[in-house]
Protein backbone atom coordinates (compact mmCIF):
# COMPACT_ATOMS: atom_id res chain seq x y z
CA UNK A 1 0.00 0.00 0.00
CA UNK A 2 1.49 3.15 -1.47
CA UNK A 3 0.21 5.82 2.18
CA UNK A 4 2.78 3.22 3.97
CA UNK A 5 5.28 5.43 2.72
CA UNK A 6 4.01 8.65 4.28
CA UNK A 7 5.61 6.67 7.70
CA UNK A 8 7.97 8.58 10.36
CA UNK A 9 10.61 5.93 10.90
CA UNK A 10 9.99 7.10 14.54
CA UNK A 11 6.65 5.42 14.12
CA UNK A 12 6.08 3.08 16.77
CA UNK A 13 4.49 0.50 14.60
CA UNK A 14 7.25 1.09 11.82
CA UNK A 15 8.05 -2.85 10.31
CA UNK A 16 11.39 -1.71 9.88
CA UNK A 17 11.85 -0.86 14.18
CA UNK A 18 9.15 -2.69 15.80
CA UNK A 19 10.70 -6.17 16.06
CA UNK A 20 7.89 -8.79 15.19
CA UNK A 21 5.92 -10.65 17.89
CA UNK A 22 6.73 -14.07 17.82
CA UNK A 23 4.20 -15.90 15.31
CA UNK A 24 3.39 -19.09 17.73
CA UNK A 25 1.98 -15.81 20.53
CA UNK A 26 -0.18 -14.08 18.01
CA UNK A 27 -1.58 -17.25 16.75
CA UNK A 28 -2.58 -18.09 20.00
CA UNK A 29 -4.12 -14.66 20.34
CA UNK A 30 -6.04 -15.51 17.09
CA UNK A 31 -8.03 -18.86 18.10
CA UNK A 32 -8.17 -17.17 21.59
CA UNK A 33 -10.70 -14.36 19.74
CA UNK A 34 -12.25 -17.16 17.80
CA UNK A 35 -13.12 -19.45 20.43
CA UNK A 36 -14.38 -16.79 22.54
CA UNK A 37 -16.19 -14.48 19.73
CA UNK A 38 -16.84 -16.49 16.51
CA UNK A 39 -19.19 -14.43 15.19
CA UNK A 40 -16.52 -11.37 15.14
CA UNK A 41 -14.12 -14.00 13.22
CA UNK A 42 -13.17 -13.01 9.82
CA UNK A 43 -10.78 -14.89 7.89
CA UNK A 44 -8.64 -11.92 6.81
CA UNK A 45 -7.32 -11.60 10.32
CA UNK A 46 -4.57 -13.92 8.91
CA UNK A 47 -3.02 -10.58 7.08
CA UNK A 48 -3.29 -9.12 10.19
CA UNK A 49 0.48 -8.01 11.10
CA UNK A 50 1.37 -8.22 14.68
CA UNK A 51 4.71 -5.94 15.83
CA UNK A 52 5.62 -6.27 19.56
CA UNK A 53 6.91 -3.56 21.89
CA UNK A 54 7.71 -2.49 24.85
CA UNK A 55 5.23 -2.05 28.00
CA UNK A 56 2.96 -4.82 27.03
CA UNK A 57 1.39 -3.23 23.60
CA UNK A 58 1.08 -5.03 20.75
CA UNK A 59 0.92 -3.10 17.70
CA UNK A 60 -1.33 -4.81 15.03
CA UNK A 61 -1.23 -3.60 11.33
CA UNK A 62 -4.33 -3.90 8.95
CA UNK A 63 -5.20 -3.64 5.39
CA UNK A 64 -7.71 -0.79 5.19
CA UNK A 65 -9.56 1.92 6.83
CA UNK A 66 -12.74 -0.33 7.15
CA UNK A 67 -10.92 -3.63 8.90
CA UNK A 68 -9.62 -0.61 11.35
CA UNK A 69 -13.13 0.42 11.99
CA UNK A 70 -14.19 -3.24 12.20
CA UNK A 71 -10.94 -3.93 15.03
CA UNK A 72 -11.12 -0.98 16.53
CA UNK A 73 -14.86 -0.35 17.02
CA UNK A 74 -16.15 -4.67 17.82
CA UNK A 75 -12.86 -6.15 18.42
CA UNK A 76 -10.95 -4.15 20.99
CA UNK A 77 -11.79 -5.73 24.17
CA UNK A 78 -11.75 -8.78 22.63
CA UNK A 79 -8.65 -9.03 21.43
CA UNK A 80 -7.16 -7.46 24.62
CA UNK A 81 -8.48 -10.13 26.73
CA UNK A 82 -7.14 -13.10 24.35
CA UNK A 83 -3.84 -11.00 24.47
CA UNK A 84 -4.11 -11.14 28.34
CA UNK A 85 -5.27 -14.75 28.86
CA UNK A 86 -2.10 -15.92 25.70
CA UNK A 87 0.82 -13.53 27.38
CA UNK A 88 -0.30 -13.97 30.86
CA UNK A 89 0.59 -9.86 31.00
CA UNK A 90 -1.36 -6.82 30.82
CA UNK A 91 -1.31 -6.43 27.20
CA UNK A 92 -3.02 -4.70 24.88
CA UNK A 93 -3.63 -4.36 21.37
CA UNK A 94 -3.46 -1.09 19.49
CA UNK A 95 -4.90 -1.36 15.40
CA UNK A 96 -3.12 0.45 12.97
CA UNK A 97 -3.52 1.15 9.56
CA UNK A 98 -1.35 2.82 7.25
CA UNK A 99 -3.76 4.74 5.29
CA UNK A 100 -4.67 6.86 8.06
CA UNK A 101 -2.83 9.83 8.68
CA UNK A 102 -0.82 9.74 11.78
CA UNK A 103 -3.12 12.05 14.54
CA UNK A 104 -5.78 9.55 14.48
CA UNK A 105 -8.37 10.97 13.07
CA UNK A 106 -10.67 9.27 10.51
CA UNK A 107 -9.89 11.11 7.06
CA UNK A 108 -12.75 10.13 5.14
CA UNK A 109 -13.85 13.75 4.83
CA UNK A 110 -9.88 15.49 4.14
CA UNK A 111 -9.42 18.42 5.25
CA UNK A 112 -11.66 18.94 8.11
CA UNK A 113 -12.33 15.26 7.74
CA UNK A 114 -14.57 13.73 11.00
CA UNK A 115 -13.75 11.89 13.73
CA UNK A 116 -15.07 8.56 14.46
CA UNK A 117 -18.31 9.30 17.21
CA UNK A 118 -19.03 12.60 15.83
CA UNK A 119 -22.13 11.20 13.95
CA UNK A 120 -20.53 9.76 10.82
CA UNK A 121 -21.26 5.96 10.70
CA UNK A 122 -18.18 3.47 10.51
CA UNK A 123 -17.48 1.51 7.44
CA UNK A 124 -17.56 -2.28 7.67
CA UNK A 125 -15.37 -4.26 6.01
CA UNK A 126 -17.46 -6.70 5.44
CA UNK A 127 -19.81 -4.77 3.17
CA UNK A 128 -17.28 -4.35 0.51
CA UNK A 129 -18.09 -5.08 -3.34
CA UNK A 130 -16.15 -8.44 -2.95
CA UNK A 131 -18.71 -9.82 -0.86
CA UNK A 132 -21.92 -8.41 -2.61
CA UNK A 133 -23.72 -11.69 -4.39
CA UNK A 134 -25.61 -10.23 -7.26
CA UNK A 135 -28.79 -11.65 -8.29
CA UNK A 136 -31.99 -10.46 -10.64
CA UNK A 137 -33.07 -8.57 -6.92
CA UNK A 138 -30.19 -6.14 -6.78
CA UNK A 139 -27.78 -6.14 -10.28
CA UNK A 140 -29.28 -3.06 -11.93
CA UNK A 141 -28.28 -1.61 -8.34
CA UNK A 142 -25.23 -3.26 -8.08
CA UNK A 143 -23.86 -2.13 -11.58
CA UNK A 144 -25.10 1.28 -10.86
CA UNK A 145 -23.20 1.19 -7.73
CA UNK A 146 -19.78 0.17 -9.52
CA UNK A 147 -20.10 2.45 -12.42
CA UNK A 148 -20.57 5.38 -9.60
CA UNK A 149 -17.35 4.33 -7.37
CA UNK A 150 -15.63 4.67 -10.73
CA UNK A 151 -16.76 7.15 -12.30
CA UNK A 152 -18.06 9.43 -9.42
CA UNK A 153 -19.87 12.44 -10.67
CA UNK A 154 -20.64 11.78 -14.05
CA UNK A 155 -21.94 8.35 -14.37
CA UNK A 156 -25.57 8.30 -12.61
CA UNK A 157 -26.26 11.38 -10.43
CA UNK A 158 -27.81 11.20 -8.01
CA UNK A 159 -27.81 7.24 -7.81
CA UNK A 160 -31.03 6.48 -5.29
CA UNK A 161 -30.43 2.92 -4.34
CA UNK A 162 -34.33 1.67 -2.61
CA UNK A 163 -35.51 -1.30 -1.20
CA UNK A 164 -36.78 -3.01 1.94
CA UNK A 165 -34.73 -3.45 5.27
CA UNK A 166 -31.64 -5.54 5.27
CA UNK A 167 -31.36 -5.97 1.29
CA UNK A 168 -28.32 -4.46 0.99
CA UNK A 169 -28.68 -0.67 0.94
CA UNK A 170 -26.14 -0.09 3.36
CA UNK A 171 -23.71 -2.50 2.07
CA UNK A 172 -23.61 -1.19 -1.81
CA UNK A 173 -23.22 2.61 -0.25
CA UNK A 174 -20.28 1.23 1.97
CA UNK A 175 -19.02 -0.26 -0.75
CA UNK A 176 -18.88 2.62 -3.24
CA UNK A 177 -17.53 5.13 -0.17
CA UNK A 178 -14.38 2.02 0.29
CA UNK A 179 -13.62 1.69 -3.44
CA UNK A 180 -13.51 5.64 -3.80
CA UNK A 181 -11.31 5.76 -0.52
CA UNK A 182 -8.88 3.35 -2.13
CA UNK A 183 -9.03 4.47 -6.00
CA UNK A 184 -9.65 8.52 -5.15
CA UNK A 185 -7.87 9.07 -2.23
CA UNK A 186 -8.14 12.68 -3.09
CA UNK A 187 -11.76 12.98 -3.31
CA UNK A 188 -13.68 13.92 0.09
CA UNK A 189 -16.28 11.84 1.11
CA UNK A 190 -18.93 12.48 3.51
CA UNK A 191 -21.09 9.41 4.18
CA UNK A 192 -23.42 8.98 6.85
CA UNK A 193 -26.91 8.36 8.20
CA UNK A 194 -30.25 10.38 7.76
CA UNK A 195 -30.41 10.55 11.23
CA UNK A 196 -26.55 12.18 11.40
CA UNK A 197 -27.26 14.50 9.05
CA UNK A 198 -30.69 15.87 10.76
CA UNK A 199 -28.60 15.95 14.33
CA UNK A 200 -26.18 17.74 12.63
CA UNK A 201 -28.54 20.22 11.02
CA UNK A 202 -30.43 20.69 14.42
CA UNK A 203 -26.80 20.90 16.14
CA UNK A 204 -25.68 23.93 13.92
CA UNK A 205 -28.94 25.79 14.14
CA UNK A 206 -28.90 25.68 17.64
CA UNK A 207 -25.41 27.01 18.22
CA UNK A 208 -25.72 29.16 15.27
CA UNK A 209 -22.81 27.65 13.26
CA UNK A 210 -24.69 27.15 9.67
CA UNK A 211 -21.50 28.20 8.23
CA UNK A 212 -19.55 25.37 8.66
CA UNK A 213 -21.94 23.06 8.69
CA UNK A 214 -23.50 24.44 4.88
CA UNK A 215 -18.83 24.86 4.45
CA UNK A 216 -18.63 21.63 4.80
CA UNK A 217 -21.45 19.45 3.25
CA UNK A 218 -21.38 21.91 0.32
CA UNK A 219 -17.58 20.70 -0.28
CA UNK A 220 -17.59 17.62 -0.46
CA UNK A 221 -16.70 15.50 -3.61
CA UNK A 222 -19.25 12.85 -2.50
CA UNK A 223 -22.11 13.02 -0.32
CA UNK A 224 -23.83 9.51 0.63
CA UNK A 225 -26.71 9.71 2.86
CA UNK A 226 -28.29 6.44 3.87
CA UNK A 227 -32.08 5.84 5.06
CA UNK A 228 -33.07 9.13 3.92
CA UNK A 229 -37.08 8.34 4.37
CA UNK A 230 -36.11 9.25 8.09
CA UNK A 231 -36.49 13.40 6.68
CA UNK A 232 -39.85 12.08 6.92
CA UNK A 233 -41.94 15.47 7.91
CA UNK A 234 -38.53 17.32 8.73
CA UNK A 235 -39.08 20.36 6.86
CA UNK A 236 -36.15 22.16 7.69
CA UNK A 237 -33.56 19.87 6.85
CA UNK A 238 -34.92 19.01 4.03
CA UNK A 239 -34.64 22.36 2.81
CA UNK A 240 -31.22 22.69 3.83
CA UNK A 241 -30.31 19.36 1.83
CA UNK A 242 -32.31 20.70 -1.36
CA UNK A 243 -29.83 23.53 -1.38
CA UNK A 244 -26.81 21.19 -0.31
CA UNK A 245 -28.08 19.10 -2.99
CA UNK A 246 -28.16 21.91 -5.78
CA UNK A 247 -24.68 23.13 -5.25
CA UNK A 248 -23.02 19.84 -5.07
CA UNK A 249 -25.35 19.03 -7.96
CA UNK A 250 -24.21 21.59 -10.00
CA UNK A 251 -20.66 21.69 -9.58
CA UNK A 252 -20.99 17.41 -10.44
CA UNK A 253 -20.05 16.22 -7.07
CA UNK A 254 -21.58 12.82 -6.89
CA UNK A 255 -25.09 12.22 -4.59
CA UNK A 256 -25.92 9.09 -3.64
CA UNK A 257 -28.81 8.27 -0.99
CA UNK A 258 -30.87 4.99 -0.10
CA UNK A 259 -34.44 4.99 1.39
CA UNK A 260 -36.85 2.19 2.01
CA UNK A 261 -39.40 3.08 -1.34
CA UNK A 262 -38.85 5.26 -3.92
CA UNK A 263 -38.64 8.66 -4.28
CA UNK A 264 -42.33 9.56 -5.29
CA UNK A 265 -43.15 6.68 -2.44
CA UNK A 266 -41.07 8.26 0.40
CA UNK A 267 -43.94 9.80 2.91
CA UNK A 268 -43.51 13.53 3.59
CA UNK A 269 -40.68 14.22 1.34
CA UNK A 270 -40.81 17.68 -0.95
CA UNK A 271 -41.97 17.33 -4.36
CA UNK A 272 -38.82 19.64 -4.91
CA UNK A 273 -36.34 17.17 -3.47
CA UNK A 274 -38.72 14.26 -5.07
CA UNK A 275 -38.39 15.52 -8.29
CA UNK A 276 -34.52 15.83 -7.64
CA UNK A 277 -33.61 11.95 -6.61
CA UNK A 278 -35.45 11.10 -9.33
CA UNK A 279 -32.67 13.13 -12.08
CA UNK A 280 -30.25 10.26 -11.73
CA UNK A 281 -31.03 6.85 -11.09
CA UNK A 282 -33.39 5.44 -9.25
CA UNK A 283 -32.34 1.55 -8.21
CA UNK A 284 -34.55 -1.00 -6.62
CA UNK A 285 -32.85 -3.39 -4.78
CA UNK A 286 -35.36 -6.99 -4.38
CA UNK A 287 -35.45 -10.03 -1.98
CA UNK A 288 -33.08 -12.56 -3.11
CA UNK A 289 -33.96 -15.77 -4.85
CA UNK A 290 -33.21 -18.92 -3.63
CA UNK A 291 -30.02 -19.16 -5.66
CA UNK A 292 -28.71 -15.83 -4.52
CA UNK A 293 -29.37 -16.67 -0.72
CA UNK A 294 -27.51 -19.84 -1.55
CA UNK A 295 -24.59 -17.80 -2.41
CA UNK A 296 -25.55 -14.93 0.05
CA UNK A 297 -24.95 -17.85 2.57
CA UNK A 298 -22.42 -19.20 1.07
CA UNK A 299 -20.09 -15.90 1.30
CA UNK A 300 -20.88 -15.14 4.70
CA UNK A 301 -20.05 -18.42 6.17
CA UNK A 302 -17.02 -18.51 4.35
CA UNK A 303 -15.93 -14.72 5.69
CA UNK A 304 -16.22 -16.26 8.92
CA UNK A 305 -14.06 -18.74 8.39
CA UNK A 306 -17.13 -21.60 8.87
CA UNK A 307 -17.84 -24.55 6.99
CA UNK A 308 -21.43 -25.41 5.91
CA UNK A 309 -22.34 -28.37 4.09
CA UNK A 310 -24.71 -27.54 0.89
CA UNK A 311 -27.28 -29.53 2.67
CA UNK A 312 -27.19 -26.85 5.18
CA UNK A 313 -26.80 -23.94 2.91
CA UNK A 314 -30.08 -25.05 0.88
CA UNK A 315 -32.34 -26.10 4.63
CA UNK A 316 -31.27 -22.33 5.10
CA UNK A 317 -31.70 -20.68 2.10
CA UNK A 318 -35.05 -22.76 1.81
CA UNK A 319 -36.01 -21.81 4.87
CA UNK A 320 -35.34 -18.10 5.50
CA UNK A 321 -36.79 -15.90 2.33
CA UNK A 322 -36.94 -12.25 3.93
CA UNK A 323 -33.93 -10.83 4.05
CA UNK A 324 -30.33 -11.65 3.99
CA UNK A 325 -30.06 -10.10 7.62
CA UNK A 326 -31.97 -12.69 8.81
CA UNK A 327 -29.75 -15.19 6.77
CA UNK A 328 -26.78 -13.70 8.62
CA UNK A 329 -28.85 -14.11 12.05
CA UNK A 330 -29.28 -18.05 10.90
CA UNK A 331 -25.45 -18.32 10.57
CA UNK A 332 -24.59 -16.80 13.83
CA UNK A 333 -27.41 -19.14 15.39
CA UNK A 334 -26.22 -21.91 13.73
CA UNK A 335 -22.07 -21.12 14.54
CA UNK A 336 -22.96 -20.28 18.29
CA UNK A 337 -24.60 -23.73 18.76
CA UNK A 338 -21.81 -25.55 16.85
CA UNK A 339 -19.66 -24.10 19.21
CA UNK A 340 -20.89 -24.94 22.52
CA UNK A 341 -21.59 -28.48 21.02
CA UNK A 342 -18.29 -28.85 19.89
CA UNK A 343 -18.95 -29.49 16.36
CA UNK A 344 -17.22 -28.10 13.02
CA UNK A 345 -13.98 -27.84 14.81
CA UNK A 346 -10.73 -29.69 13.53
CA UNK A 347 -12.29 -30.97 10.26
CA UNK A 348 -15.70 -32.41 11.29
CA UNK A 349 -18.60 -31.20 9.81
CA UNK A 350 -21.80 -29.73 11.49
CA UNK A 351 -24.68 -31.79 10.43
CA UNK A 352 -27.79 -30.79 9.36
CA UNK A 353 -29.35 -31.70 12.77
CA UNK A 354 -27.64 -29.13 14.36
CA UNK A 355 -28.79 -26.43 11.88
CA UNK A 356 -32.30 -27.46 12.57
CA UNK A 357 -31.92 -27.42 15.88
CA UNK A 358 -30.55 -24.07 15.93
CA UNK A 359 -32.90 -22.36 13.84
CA UNK A 360 -36.03 -24.09 15.97
CA UNK A 361 -37.90 -26.98 15.69
CA UNK A 362 -41.13 -25.42 15.22
CA UNK A 363 -40.37 -23.02 12.36
CA UNK A 364 -38.10 -19.71 12.00
CA UNK A 365 -35.69 -18.06 13.20
CA UNK A 366 -37.20 -14.91 14.71
CA UNK A 367 -40.36 -16.33 12.67
CA UNK A 368 -39.51 -13.68 9.80
CA UNK A 369 -43.02 -14.17 8.27
CA UNK A 370 -44.19 -12.22 11.51
CA UNK A 371 -46.83 -10.02 10.38
CA UNK A 372 -45.63 -6.63 11.35
CA UNK A 373 -47.60 -3.04 12.15
CA UNK A 374 -46.05 -2.00 8.71
CA UNK A 375 -47.75 -4.98 6.85
CA UNK A 376 -50.59 -4.00 8.77
CA UNK A 377 -50.73 -0.31 7.73
CA UNK A 378 -49.86 -1.47 4.46
CA UNK A 379 -52.21 -3.74 3.72
CA UNK A 380 -55.47 -1.61 5.42
CA UNK A 381 -54.24 1.47 3.58
CA UNK A 382 -54.59 -0.65 -0.18
CA UNK A 383 -57.97 -2.21 0.91
CA UNK A 384 -59.58 0.78 2.01
CA UNK A 385 -57.86 3.88 -0.12
CA UNK A 386 -56.64 5.81 2.82
CA UNK A 387 -53.50 7.95 3.37
CA UNK A 388 -51.07 6.23 6.02
CA UNK A 389 -50.61 9.71 7.12
CA UNK A 390 -54.21 9.75 8.15
CA UNK A 391 -54.45 6.85 10.03
CA UNK A 392 -51.67 8.39 12.10
CA UNK A 393 -53.72 11.29 12.71
CA UNK A 394 -56.16 12.46 14.94
CA UNK A 395 -59.13 12.76 12.63
CA UNK A 396 -62.10 11.09 13.96
CA UNK A 397 -64.52 10.81 10.75
CA UNK A 398 -65.26 7.54 10.13
CA UNK A 399 -63.87 6.93 6.43
CA UNK A 400 -60.24 7.30 8.49
CA UNK A 401 -61.74 5.84 12.07
CA UNK A 402 -62.70 2.50 10.86
CA UNK A 403 -60.13 1.50 8.93
CA UNK A 404 -57.24 2.73 12.34
CA UNK A 405 -59.28 0.72 14.06
CA UNK A 406 -59.41 -2.44 11.81
CA UNK A 407 -55.58 -1.80 12.42
CA UNK A 408 -56.04 -1.55 15.67
CA UNK A 409 -57.79 -4.95 16.23
CA UNK A 410 -55.19 -6.67 13.60
CA UNK A 411 -52.27 -5.25 15.39
CA UNK A 412 -53.93 -7.07 18.36
CA UNK A 413 -54.56 -10.14 16.51
CA UNK A 414 -50.81 -11.05 14.92
CA UNK A 415 -48.42 -8.49 16.88
CA UNK A 416 -46.65 -8.50 20.55
CA UNK A 417 -47.57 -4.88 20.80
CA UNK A 418 -49.41 -3.99 24.16
CA UNK A 419 -52.57 -1.36 23.84
CA UNK A 420 -50.10 1.23 24.85
CA UNK A 421 -47.73 0.32 22.12
CA UNK A 422 -50.63 0.13 19.39
CA UNK A 423 -52.07 3.70 20.73
CA UNK A 424 -48.63 5.20 20.43
CA UNK A 425 -48.31 4.28 17.04
CA UNK A 426 -51.99 5.50 15.55
CA UNK A 427 -51.69 8.80 16.59
CA UNK A 428 -50.77 8.65 20.35
CA UNK A 429 -54.34 7.45 21.75
CA UNK A 430 -54.44 5.72 24.94
CA UNK A 431 -55.15 2.12 25.93
CA UNK A 432 -58.60 2.71 26.58
CA UNK A 433 -59.25 3.78 23.15
CA UNK A 434 -57.34 1.23 21.56
CA UNK A 435 -59.20 -1.54 23.08
CA UNK A 436 -62.50 0.04 22.46
CA UNK A 437 -61.13 -0.24 18.84
CA UNK A 438 -60.22 -3.45 19.25
CA UNK A 439 -63.93 -4.63 20.67
CA UNK A 440 -65.82 -2.94 17.96
CA UNK A 441 -64.23 -4.67 15.56
CA UNK A 442 -64.27 -8.19 17.22
CA UNK A 443 -68.35 -7.61 17.49
CA UNK A 444 -68.29 -6.70 13.97
CA UNK A 445 -66.68 -9.55 12.78
CA UNK A 446 -68.49 -12.01 15.16
CA UNK A 447 -72.31 -10.15 13.74
CA UNK A 448 -71.39 -8.75 10.41
CA UNK A 449 -70.69 -10.73 7.85
CA UNK A 450 -69.36 -7.77 5.25
CA UNK A 451 -66.87 -6.72 7.92
CA UNK A 452 -66.30 -10.04 8.85
CA UNK A 453 -65.24 -10.84 4.60
CA UNK A 454 -63.11 -7.43 4.87
CA UNK A 455 -61.23 -8.24 7.69
CA UNK A 456 -60.54 -12.51 6.52
CA UNK A 457 -59.52 -10.71 2.90
CA UNK A 458 -56.87 -7.97 4.34
CA UNK A 459 -55.22 -11.28 6.66
CA UNK A 460 -55.02 -13.24 3.19
CA UNK A 461 -53.03 -10.12 2.10
CA UNK A 462 -51.18 -10.04 5.19
CA UNK A 463 -49.96 -14.01 4.35
CA UNK A 464 -48.90 -13.56 1.31
CA UNK A 465 -47.11 -10.61 1.58
P1 LIG B 1 -30.19 -2.48 4.49
O1 LIG B 1 -29.24 -1.33 4.65
O2 LIG B 1 -30.84 -2.50 3.13
O3 LIG B 1 -31.18 -2.61 5.59
P2 LIG B 1 -27.79 -4.03 4.83
O4 LIG B 1 -26.96 -3.42 3.75
O5 LIG B 1 -27.48 -3.62 6.21
O6 LIG B 1 -29.34 -3.82 4.52
O7 LIG B 1 -27.70 -5.61 4.68
C1 LIG B 1 -28.03 -6.49 5.74
C2 LIG B 1 -27.04 -7.63 5.76
O8 LIG B 1 -27.20 -8.40 4.61
C3 LIG B 1 -25.61 -7.14 5.73
O9 LIG B 1 -24.85 -7.98 6.54
C4 LIG B 1 -25.20 -7.29 4.29
O10 LIG B 1 -23.82 -7.57 4.16
C5 LIG B 1 -26.00 -8.48 3.86
N1 LIG B 1 -26.35 -8.44 2.43
C6 LIG B 1 -27.42 -7.84 1.87
N2 LIG B 1 -27.44 -8.05 0.54
C7 LIG B 1 -26.35 -8.80 0.27
C8 LIG B 1 -25.81 -9.35 -0.94
N3 LIG B 1 -26.41 -9.17 -2.11
N4 LIG B 1 -24.68 -10.08 -0.84
C9 LIG B 1 -24.08 -10.28 0.35
N5 LIG B 1 -24.54 -9.79 1.50
C10 LIG B 1 -25.66 -9.06 1.48
MG1 LIG C 1 -29.18 0.08 6.14
Redesign the pocket.
Known amino acids: MSAAATYQRSDPFDPAIAPRLDPGVWHRVLTHVRLTHPTLNRTWFESLEPRQLENGVIHVTCDSLAQLNFLSGQCQQPFNSAAQAVTNRLSVVMFHCPQLRAGGVMDLAGEGGWAPGDGAMPLSP??AFE????GPG?SLAHAAAVAVSDNPGSAYNPLFLH?G???????LLQAICQRLLDSRPDLKILYLSCDAFINQFMNAVQSGDMNNFRYRYRHADVLVIDDIHFLKGRERTQEELFHTFNTLYQQKKQIILSADAPPNEVPELEDRLVSRFNWGLVAPIEK?CFDTRVA?LR??AKLRGLELSDEIIQYVAGRIDTN??EL?GAITKIQGLALISNQGQGGDEIDLALARRALGDNGQPDDPKRITIEAIIDAVVRYYGVKVSDLHSKKRNRSVAFPRQICMYLSRRHTRYSLEEVGGYFGGRDHTTVLHGVRTVKNLVETNPDVAGQVKAIEQQLDAS
Open positions: DYNFITNGVGLGKTHPITKTRE
